[in-house]
T-cell receptor
Framework: KAGVTQTPRYLIKTRGQQVTLSCSPISGHRSVSWYQQTPGQGLQFLFEYFSETQRNKGNFPGRFSGRQFSNSRSEMNVSTLELGDSALYLC??????????????FGAGTRLSVL | AQSVSQHNHHVILSEAASLELGCNYS??????LFWYVQYPGQHLQLLLKYFSGDPLVKGIKGFEAEFIKSKFSFNLRKPSVQWSDTAEYFC??????????FGAGTRLTVKP
């Protein structure tokens, strides 16, 4: 079956703009998590959505937001872009059932460059 | 706060050398533990996982990891590395509240 799909793969924006990234999870997965990956920082957790509700949130400013649709697809939005937002944004999907061992499967990521 | 620490930022080995990458996590009750690998230009892939049972788990490509609960550690090992193991390795911990945390990653370079 198809894996996690992220679009677009590459984005170039300028400071102050906003951007929306999209993630389609593996069929049947209801949990979608977003991460920011930068050299030396590893993966930093942004947020997790399950059944259209944000279930967990990392320590990122309010400029970073997300949502999940009824078909489990998710979007992440970053407003008022800053140079430091340049990173690879990864999406991961899983079954997301509470208390049950779960595996996250990752997409290829969207590489955002802010100029 | 829940956190994951990987001790080595960059490891350089020759082929056939043994590998051990350290990973420690902050206490948080019952956890699921993972090692992911990211080969150059590729997306993150699951290497191995620990959910419960035997604390020594085996993954793909000859990798294994040992969960030591008393030390909050989940170190990754491979007896003999190959050039194709050159990649970045991430330890991850899923806490009981479904919060998933990753370490900063360890870059492994294997010299042929």
């Amino acid at each position: 079956k198809a894996g996690v799909t992220q679009t677009p793969r590459y984005l170039i924006k300028t400071r102050g703009q906003q951007v929306t990234l999209s993630c389609s999870p593996i069929s049947g997965h209801r949990s979608v998590s977003w991460y920011q990956q930068t050299p030396g920082q590893g993966l930093q957790f942004l947020f997790e959505y399950f059944s259209e509700t944000q279930r967990n949130k990392g320590n990122f400013p309010g400029r970073f937001s997300g949502r999940q649709f009824s078909n489990s697809r998710s979007e992440m939005n970053v407003s008022t872009l800053e140079l430091g937002d340049s990173a690879l944004y990864l999406c991961a999907s899983g079954r997301g059932l509470a208390g049950v061992s779960d595996i996250q499967y990752f997409g290829a990521g969207t590489r955002l460059s802010v100029l | 706060a829940q956190s994951v620490s990987q001790h080595n930022h960059h490891v350089i080995l020759s082929e056939a050398a043994s590998l051990e990458l350290g990973c420690n996590y902050s206490y948080g009750g019952t956890v699921n533990l993972f090692w992911y690998v990211q080969y150059p230009g590729q997306h993150l892939q699951l290497l191995l996982k620990y959910f419960s049972g035997d604390p020594l788990v085996k993954g793909i490509k000859g990798f294994e990891a040992e969960f030591i609960k008393s030390k909050f550690s989940f170190n990754l090992r491979k007896p003999s590395v190959q050039w194709s193991d050159t990649a970045e390795y991430f330890c991850a911990v899923k806490y009981n509240n479904n919060d998933m945390r990753f370490g900063a990653g360890t870059r492994l370079t294997v010299k042929p």
